[in-house]
């Protein structure tokens, strides 16, 4: 079973076959606007897990038991989410050959041979190319991504991932934006000739030379990191009472909304389509 978030079939279907045998979710959403329940903006926007809560006091059940036998339900019917990793990278081949991997430090190495290869007159020895690395690796924000936010992501909405303003498709990742900013400081302090000095145009021109790219996955929901399956949950349930009781101004509802695997790697045999 697939679900995608942006598909009222597969969400009402999806979310229908879990609550099968257990309670009405069509006739729950009925009586939660007859009392005034879906007026508030907690309740779309599950403020303090504030929809779930409501959902599971209702069926007579703590938030915990409810998220639990969620679960349960989803991993018996083999579910899948539809999500969509947005970057920019020189090549497709690599993830059809290794699936989608969390931040490791060879993105580094990547980076910095992208930067000699553009920049020709650029040259770095091997040491001062170690040095460099571990200038990147001591930088804040490579610290916080590759401890707490490594990643893979993937956001839900395919809507959202083809936006114009989607900076991983447009940019790459921002990892790649700190490392450059290190580069250019590192030169500086070393008194190393480097042919841009400019951050935006030094970043823009890397950016030109590799693909954009929206890849379509279909993530088990087995492998969801269990902090974040309140979150899972929430999504699914949310879309389904959007579609059998259209919002108009939910539209963009999950836009940003993302899966964070948590520093595991995503399987080839999950990837559907690179585009």
Same mark, same amino acid.
């Given at each position: 079973?697939?679900?995608?978030?942006?598909?009222?079939?597969?969400? #009402?279907?999806? #979310?229908?076959?879990?609550?099968? *045998?257990?309670?009405?979710?069509?006739?729950?959403?009925?009586?939660?606007?007859?009392?005034?329940?879906?007026? $508030?903006?907690?309740?779309?926007?599950? #403020?303090?897990?504030?929809?779930?809560?409501?959902? $599971?006091?209702?069926?007579?059940?703590?938030?915990?038991?409810?998220?639990?036998?969620?679960?349960?339900? =989803?991993?018996?019917?083999?579910?899948?989410?539809?999500?969509?990793?947005?970057?920019?990278?020189?090549?497709?081949?690599?993830?059809?050959?290794?699936?989608?991997?969390?931040?490791?430090?060879?993105?580094? *190495?990547?980076?910095? $041979?992208?930067?000699?290869?553009?920049?020709?007159?650029?040259?770095?020895?091997?040491? %001062?190319?170690?040095?460099?690395?571990?200038?990147?690796?001591?930088? *804040?924000?490579?610290?916080?991504?590759?401890?707490?936010?490594?990643?893979?992501?993937?956001?839900?909405?395919?809507?959202?991932?083809?936006?114009? %303003?989607?900076?991983?498709?447009?940019?790459?990742?921002?990892?790649?934006?700190?490392?450059?900013?290190?580069?250019?400081?590192?030169? %500086?302090?070393?008194?190393?000739?480097?042919? =841009?000095?400019?951050?935006?145009?030094?970043?823009? +021109?890397?950016?030109?030379?590799?693909?954009?790219?929206? +890849?379509?996955?279909?993530?088990?929901?087995?492998?969801?990191? #269990?902090?974040?399956?309140?979150?899972?949950?929430?999504?699914?349930?949310?879309?389904?009472?959007?579609?059998?009781?259209?919002?108009?101004?939910?539209?963009?509802?999950?836009?940003?909304? $993302?899966?964070?695997?948590?520093?595991?790697?995503?399987?080839? %045999?999950?990837?559907?389509?690179?585009?």
């Amino acid at each position: 079973m697939i679900l995608d978030i942006d598909d009222s079939s597969t969400v #009402v279907g999806t #979310v229908e076959a879990i609550t099968k *045998d257990w309670f009405d979710v069509r006739q729950l959403y009925w009586n939660l606007k007859d009392n005034g329940e879906t007026e $508030s903006s907690h309740f779309w926007k599950n #403020v303090d897990n504030h929809l779930l809560k409501i959902v $599971s006091d209702n069926i007579g059940l703590l938030l915990d038991t409810f998220l639990h036998i969620w679960k349960e339900k =989803c991993l018996k019917n083999d579910l899948k989410i539809m999500g969509y990793h947005c970057t920019r990278y020189h090549n497709k081949e690599d993830f059809k050959e290794q699936g989608i991997l969390p931040l490791t430090e060879s993105i580094i *190495d990547d980076f910095i $041979s992208e930067t000699v290869s553009t920049f020709q007159s650029f040259k770095l020895s091997h040491e %001062q190319k170690r040095e460099l690395k571990e200038k990147i690796k001591e930088d *804040d924000l490579w610290k916080y991504r590759s401890g707490k936010g490594a990643g893979p992501y993937f956001l839900v909405s395919y809507k959202d991932a083809q936006r114009p %303003q989607n900076h991983f498709r447009k940019s790459g990742s921002e990892v790649l934006w700190s490392c450059a900013d290190v580069l250019i400081q590192y030169c %500086q302090d070393e008194n190393i000739s480097f042919p =841009c000095s400019d951050r935006f145009k030094y970043r823009n +021109i890397i950016s030109e030379k590799l693909i954009p790219m929206i +890849i379509h996955c279909t993530i088990p929901f087995s492998i969801l990191p #269990v902090p974040g399956i309140d979150c899972y949950t929430y999504y699914m349930i949310i879309a389904y009472f959007n579609f059998i009781d259209p919002e108009e101004d939910l539209n963009n509802f999950f836009e940003g909304h $993302s899966i964070d695997l948590k520093g595991n790697s995503l399987d080839r %045999q999950y990837i559907i389509k690179i585009e």
